[in-house]
């Protein structure tokens, strides 16, 4: 029986559930960047999120939902690393098995983390071979419910949530700018901001490599790529889910596309004036929101960052390969 879509009502539902649970992040300021542009910015971290991102919102929620008489069958995920992350810490939290479909060319940290928390890993190639097809099959065999990183009822009620705290933390933004990839965070985000602040403008922000979003958004029905190559492995995704695109063309004002330069410019401001690492994907909301320039002026901004889970060594050569000279323009 499928499922009806989420609405805001499932978005506080989740916030209850994960209340005590997750972690109700903070809100961070720039005095620099309120400066250069004449706005209020607020950064709602996510990257200090139980996993260090926002998918543990979705993740949790999702397997809380099932029944405690069918977790026993356990779970399985398909993912670049986030949701797998939060899908094996949620299902060793409920004492649940999970297998995790991970790309071979996933971050080492991410792969590593995500078996620390005790969940089976199957690899496979991103860019020959149908994730959830694999995905797929392994829960048929094993009579698993399979959780999807985005296209979920109950993972975007999840991701929802942390909209709903930025809102509930700063009251009332007049631009909200969410990380896209397969639409998850940015749906829940778009029901969370409709009943609550109607007025903001909520934006989208995913890679130029991949901008299956922007295009879906701009023709009104969902476009389908191929597997994008961009520094945002978290948004390597090939299209909208069913569910996250009819709110999405509903409620979001614009989705805006940046380059991966773009990225690795927005890292080194958390850097070096936040002191905060972010990972790339993390990076597109404050990306995006640049791009908009004089337009922000007097504006309150809200920026959602998604997550922090970048490995040492690919962010010292991110930020090692791109001039710090842009950055101080920020």
Not at 10 to 18: G, K, N
Not at 105 to 110: E, I, R, V
Not at 130 to 138: K, Q, T, V
Not at 243 to 265: E, G, N
């Amino acid at each position: 029986m499928q499922r009806p879509p989420p609405n805001f009502s499932s978005v506080t539902a989740a916030a209850a559930r994960l209340d005590g649970v997750a972690h109700r992040t903070p809100v961070l300021t720039s005095s620099s960047l309120n400066k250069r542009y004449g706005a209020e910015f607020f950064f709602k971290c996510e990257n200090f999120q139980r996993m260090g991102a926002f998918k543990f919102r979705g993740g949790y929620n999702a397997l809380a939902s099932i029944p405690v008489a069918e977790r026993a069958a356990g779970v399985v995920a398909y993912s670049s690393g986030n949701h797998a992350q939060a899908i094996a810490l949620s299902a060793q939290m409920l004492a649940m098995p999970a297998v995790i479909v991970m790309p071979e060319d996933a971050p080492a940290l991410k792969l590593a983390a995500t078996r620390g928390y005790g969940a089976e890993v199957v690899l496979y190639n991103r860019y020959t071979q149908d994730r959830s097809e694999i995905s797929l099959g392994i829960a048929k065999e094993r009579g698993a419910r399979l959780i999807p990183p985005y296209d979920h009822p109950d993972v975007i009620a999840g991701q929802g949530t942390a909209s709903l705290e930025l809102f509930e933390q700063v009251n009332e933004l007049d631009m909200l700018f969410i990380c896209l990839g397969g639409g998850g965070l940015l749906a829940g985000g778009l029901l969370a901001a409709a009943a609550l602040n109607p007025a903001c403008a909520v934006y989208g922000v995913e890679p130029e490599a991949g901008n299956d979003g922007q295009q879906s958004f701009r023709k009104g029905e969902i476009v389908s790529i191929p597997t994008p190559k961009t520094i945002a492995d978290g948004a390597q995704t090939q299209f909208l889910g069913e569910l996250t695109f009819p709110i999405i063309k509903s409620y979001a004002r614009d989705i805006l596309s940046v380059s991966d330069d773009d990225l690795i410019q927005s890292m080194r401001f958390f850097f070096e004036r936040m002191k905060m690492v972010v990972e790339p994907t993390g990076c597109l909301s404050l990306a995006g929101a640049l791009h908009l320039g004089e337009k922000l002026k007097g504006k309150r901004v809200g920026i959602l960052i998604s997550g922090g889970n970048v490995d040492s060594e690919t962010f010292c050569r991110l930020l090692a390969s791109s001039s710090s000279t842009r950055w101080h323009e920020l």
